[in-house]
């Protein structure tokens, strides 16, 4: 067999040439491992930004850069999410109360009945009761 970069003659159980260094077409490739391939980050890294927020998420980006990038990513931007979304939420809720006035007593012809027969109702009553006594 013959190295296909330099044209010398090697075994044919070689990987490399011993001439040029230069990989065997086929052999060499097979049992280099790749170098950047994503290693597995487990789930439960989720619960830190569950339970820390922001903190968490930043942890969890910084311990799995490098194992994960996308899951790292996926960590820092859930502790964001978690973050923030319900201060939003809360803002907003607060702004409603605080800026709309309370409903007004009699509004409409119906509430007017329901409480003038509540007035006559409780009146009623209460001479009914005196006149008891």
Not at 22 to 32: F, I, Q, T
Not at 91 to 97: A, D, K
Request: charged share 10%; hydrophobic share 50%.
């Amino acid at each position: 067999m013959f190295c296909q970069s330099c044209g010398r003659a090697i075994a044919e159980t070689a990987s490399v040439c011993p001439n040029c260094s230069a990989p065997v077409k086929g052999m060499a490739m097979s049992n280099v491992a790749p170098s950047n391939a994503a290693q597995h980050v487990s789930g439960a890294w989720y619960l830190l930004p569950f339970f820390f927020g922001i903190i968490g998420g930043i942890i969890a980006w910084a311990v799995n850069k490098d194992k994960d990038p996308k899951r790292a990513r996926n960590l820092l931007i859930f502790g964001l999410l978690w973050t923030f979304v319900p201060i939003i939420i809360i803002g907003i809720v607060l702004f409603y109360t605080l800026t709309v006035p309370p409903p007004i007593r009699y509004q409409g012809a119906f509430p007017q009945l329901y409480y003038d027969f509540l007035d006559r109702t409780a009146s009623f009553a209460l001479n009914r009761f005196t006149s008891l006594v």
